[in-house]
């Protein structure tokens, strides 16, 4: 039978709600280490396993680094908030309950831009809260399916803010700018390495569908703990589907959470979806509640630095980088650091920015991507990269060269000199030398010759070409293509100028 849902256009809608672990040394309500990377189970105490008779005690520096985020955030900070016990069982979660915020959080009313397909749309922030982490399950095969888990408590008690966002997120590519974006903020601020790939940040996504104009929410499901970007892109695209699919058979989408199989690119059932009153909330007796003075917020928001939007606009002004260079350059804490400082040593005003620029962009950032590296994993510095392209401004090596020089300065942290000279890659600039190789170069490419004659200029760029092999890339490119087009002219009387 033919429905009336399957005649819809149907419209994705995604709320996120993203865990990030704050950079403290110790966790938020006792003194364990929280650094990474320990034995199992060796970074615990009474308070963060939660014996009977201990007593919390709030880490202040967890609380100013989550006014920090939140400001940059541009939330409103409560000045009365308190804390919360939520009441669940699970296995990683020795004391039967987590300390968190509920019904009065931390700050609530923020927002961030994110740019998609060249719009920027602004994503709202219902509210940033404080809360404690729970421990670690390691299963033995997949999570759904699992013979046996293990338990590592070392997490219980790591200072965690929530973010969650409003439910303003309409495709993938929005939901991976919008962690981005977020990612990008939590570096800038110093307030956690926001490192995915150790779980220092992560994301539960809500998502649903509705038809295409209709201003009612559809039923929700949630993907719980994803920890990349591209599992979260996925995930939604995969559920996204599974529920249209689902309505246009005629069934009903159940309010569930689920796992994401990343394996086989699917979503699989976990269980019911809890409301607020399954937790059981109420006041940590504990914990005194949070109150903030006007003074103690304005101080924090005094001591936030220049933020990725703020940077980015003061490239395009500063620098006349172009809004889509500069977003590339600032999207990486490190990357905008190193870009900013090369551009002092390099001192050639805008003309150089614009130079470094397009090194950072083309060659810098591509090399990360394709080793999975970070620039503080490499030994490159902004005075290798300032003395390459010396060598280029005196004519020493081309820009073809230099690419090959930027690489090796990326592997081994060598200065440009040292591998110029140790690799022979001066740049020929003598003029007999590089007439011969033209005249070489013609008389074996006879056909590309009687192009020339019969008119095409585009002939000539194929010998430069040619040139520019025979001699490894070392050739002077303008030198060059100025002695082929004489040697060109010699031979057959044309010039195509």
Same mark, same amino acid.
Request: aromatic residues 6%; negative net charge; contains cysteine.
């Given at each position: 039978? @033919?429905?009336?849902?399957?005649?819809?256009?149907?419209?994705?809608?995604?709320?996120?709600?993203?865990?990030?672990?704050?950079?403290?040394?110790?966790?938020?309500?006792?003194?364990?280490?929280?650094?990474?990377?320990?034995?199992?189970?060796?970074?615990?105490?009474?308070?963060?396993?939660?014996?009977?008779?201990?007593?919390? #005690?709030?880490?202040?520096?967890?609380?100013?680094?989550?006014?920090?985020?939140?400001?940059?955030?541009?939330?409103?900070?409560?000045?009365?908030?308190?804390?919360?016990?939520?009441?669940?069982?699970?296995?990683?979660?020795?004391?039967?309950?987590?300390?968190?915020?509920?019904?009065?959080?931390?700050?609530? $009313?923020?927002? #961030?831009?994110?740019?998609?397909?060249?719009?920027?749309?602004?994503?709202?922030?219902?509210?940033?809260?404080?809360?404690?982490?729970?421990?670690?399950?390691?299963?033995?095969?997949?999570?759904?399916? $699992?013979?046996?888990?293990?338990?590592?408590?070392?997490?219980?008690?790591?200072?965690?803010?929530?973010?969650? $966002?409003?439910?303003?997120?309409?495709?993938?590519?929005?939901?991976?700018?919008?962690?981005?974006?977020?990612?990008? &903020?939590?570096?800038?601020?110093?307030?956690?390495?926001?490192?995915?790939?150790?779980?220092?940040?992560?994301?539960?996504?809500?998502?649903?569908?509705?038809?295409?104009?209709?201003?009612?929410?559809?039923?929700?499901?949630?993907?719980?703990?994803?920890?990349?970007?591209?599992?979260?892109?996925?995930?939604?695209?995969?559920?996204?589907?599974?529920?249209?699919?689902?309505?246009?058979?005629?069934?009903?989408?159940?309010?569930?959470?689920?796992?994401?199989?990343?394996?086989?690119?699917?979503?699989?059932?976990?269980?019911?979806?809890?409301?607020?009153?399954?937790?059981?909330?109420?006041?940590?007796?504990?914990?005194?509640?949070?109150?903030?003075?006007?003074?103690?917020?304005?101080?924090?928001?005094?001591?936030?630095?220049? *933020?990725?939007?703020?940077?980015?606009?003061?490239?395009?002004?500063?620098?006349?980088? $172009?809004?889509?260079?500069?977003?590339?350059?600032?999207?990486?804490?490190?990357?905008?650091?190193?870009?900013?400082?090369?551009?002092?040593?390099?001192?050639?005003?805008?003309?150089?920015?614009?130079?470094?620029?397009?090194?950072?962009?083309?060659? *810098?950032?591509?090399?990360?991507?394709?080793?999975?590296?970070?620039?503080?994993?490499?030994?490159?510095?902004?005075? @290798?990269?300032?003395?390459?392209?010396? *060598?280029?401004?005196?004519?020493?090596?081309?820009?073809?060269?230099?690419?090959?020089?930027?690489?090796?300065?990326?592997?081994?942290?060598?200065?440009?000199?040292?591998?110029?000279?140790?690799?022979?890659? #001066?740049?020929?600039?003598?003029?007999?030398?590089?007439?011969?190789?033209?005249?070489?170069? &013609?008389?074996?490419?006879?056909?590309?010759?009687?192009?020339?004659?019969?008119?095409?200029?585009?002939?000539?760029?194929?010998?430069?070409?040619? #040139?520019?092999?025979?001699?490894?890339?070392?050739?002077?490119?303008?030198?060059?293509?100025?002695?082929?087009?004489?040697?060109?002219?010699?031979?057959?009387?044309?010039?195509?100028?």
């Amino acid at each position: 039978m @033919h429905t009336a849902a399957q005649e819809l256009e149907f419209e994705t809608v995604v709320g996120l709600e993203v865990h990030v672990e704050l950079g403290t040394r110790s966790k938020i309500f006792c003194g364990c280490s929280t650094a990474p990377g320990a034995e199992p189970n060796t970074q615990t105490c009474p308070v963060c396993l939660g014996y009977p008779g201990v007593l919390p #005690v709030l880490n202040e520096q967890a609380l100013a680094y989550a006014i920090r985020a939140a400001l940059a955030l541009n939330c409103e900070i409560a000045r009365f908030s308190k804390f919360d016990r939520k009441q669940y069982f699970y296995p990683d979660l020795p004391k039967g309950y987590q300390i968190s915020q509920y019904d009065q959080p931390l700050a609530h $009313s923020g927002w #961030v831009e994110i740019e998609v397909g060249g719009e920027t749309r602004r994503i709202g922030i219902v509210r940033v809260h404080l809360e404690e982490d729970a421990g670690k399950l390691l299963h033995a095969g997949g999570v759904v399916d $699992s013979g046996a888990s293990y338990v590592d408590f070392n997490r219980c008690g790591v200072p965690l803010i929530e973010i969650v $966002s409003a439910p303003d997120i309409r495709s993938p590519e929005e939901a991976r700018a919008y962690l981005e974006k977020l990612r990008a &903020i939590m570096i800038y601020t110093g307030v956690s390495e926001a490192r995915l790939e150790m779980g220092q940040m992560r994301a539960d996504v809500n998502i649903s569908v509705r038809p295409v104009g209709s201003t009612a929410f559809g039923t929700r499901t949630e993907l719980k703990n994803l920890s990349s970007f591209r599992a979260v892109m996925r995930g939604i695209e995969y559920e996204a589907r599974r529920q249209w699919e689902v309505i246009r058979a005629g069934g009903e989408v159940v309010q569930e959470t689920r796992h994401f199989d990343e394996e086989r690119g699917i979503t699989l059932s976990l269980r019911g979806k809890e409301e607020a009153h399954d937790y059981r909330y109420f006041p940590e007796p504990d914990l005194p509640p949070v109150v903030l003075t006007d003074e103690q917020i304005e101080k924090i928001r005094a001591g936030l630095p220049e *933020l990725p939007d703020a940077r980015k606009a003061r490239y395009v002004t500063e620098y006349g980088l $172009s809004a889509y260079d500069a977003g590339l350059i600032v999207r990486d804490k490190a990357v905008a650091d190193f870009f900013e400082e090369s551009v002092r040593q390099y001192a050639k005003g805008p003309a150089g920015a614009k130079t470094l620029a397009n090194w950072v962009i083309n060659e *810098l950032q591509r090399i990360l991507a394709d080793r999975g590296l970070e620039l503080g994993q490499t030994p490159l510095t902004p005075a @290798h990269l300032v003395g390459m392209l010396k *060598l280029i401004d005196e004519g020493t090596i081309s820009g073809k060269i230099g690419k090959e020089v930027f690489e090796a300065m990326v592997e081994t942290g060598q200065e440009a000199a040292a591998i110029v000279k140790e690799r022979g890659l #001066v740049q020929v600039t003598d003029e007999a030398e590089l007439a011969a190789i033209a005249r070489q170069v &013609i008389e074996a490419n006879p056909k590309v010759v009687e192009d020339w004659r019969k008119g095409k200029a585009a002939a000539a760029q194929f010998l430069v070409g040619q #040139v520019m092999k025979a001699t490894r890339g070392r050739a002077n490119p303008q030198l060059a293509g100025r002695l082929v087009r004489a040697a060109l002219a010699e031979v057959t009387g044309v010039t195509n100028e």
